[in-house]
């Protein structure tokens, strides 16, 4: 699905986290995230095995595996987090290497701007929502560099 993200080799605990985020939408939860599609599939999967379904996704092939020609990156505000190959040590904070470039970029731009309206070519249906204290404030610094970090990472393998 087009924006939908690539799951295969992501922190089994991330997707359990973002699962109860979706799950709560909570609106004074400073980490909400809402999305109708997400909130619909939630419904019929009960809490007791998302970390099992989440450990299935994670175990899945890469889709894409990897340029083995990239070496690193050159501007890297990214990689103290998501890691210089865009895997990161830590499971609060999402692998972002063989991610799909479409729902990087949208993902980057809803933490930025957590309230955007969809853009072109994103289900109609769903409608995110996402805010984070840490990948909010960092993601309003916008620069041009990004979206090539962005394409970096999902050039990667994503394990
Ligand atoms: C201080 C640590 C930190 C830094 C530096 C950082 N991020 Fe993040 N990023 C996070 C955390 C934590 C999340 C998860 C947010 C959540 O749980 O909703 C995240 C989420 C994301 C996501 C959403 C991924 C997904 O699977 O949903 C993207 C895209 C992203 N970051 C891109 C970037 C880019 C590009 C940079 C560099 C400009 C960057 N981040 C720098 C901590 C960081």
Redesign the pocket.
């Known amino acids: 699905m087009t924006g939908a993200?690539a799951l295969a080799g992501q922190h089994p605990e991330?997707m359990v986290?973002?699962l109860e985020?979706f799950a709560g939408a909570d609106a004074d939860d400073p980490?909400r995230?809402r999305s109708t599609t997400m909130a619909h599939t939630i419904v019929g999967l009960p809490r007791s095995q998302w970390r099992r379904v989440a450990e299935a996704l994670s175990a899945q092939d890469c889709a894409f595996h990897g340029n083995a020609e990239l070496t690193t990156l050159t501007p890297n505000?990214?990689a103290?987090?998501?890691g210089a190959r865009g895997l990161s040590g830590d499971p609060?904070?999402?692998n972002?290497a063989g991610?799909d470039i479409r729902?990087?970029y949208y993902?980057?731009q809803k933490?930025r701007e957590p309230f955007l309206p969809d853009i072109p070519g994103i289900e109609k249906s769903n409608q995110p929502q996402?805010l984070?204290p840490?990948?909010g404030p960092?993601?309003a610094q916008l620069t041009d560099g990004?979206v090539s970090?962005?394409q970096y990472y999902s050039k990667l393998p994503c394990r």
């Open positions: 993200p991330y986290r973002q985020r980490y995230r505000q990214c103290s987090c998501h609060a904070v999402p972002l991610q729902y990087l993902q980057y933490l996402r984070h840490v990948m960092l993601a990004v970090i962005l």
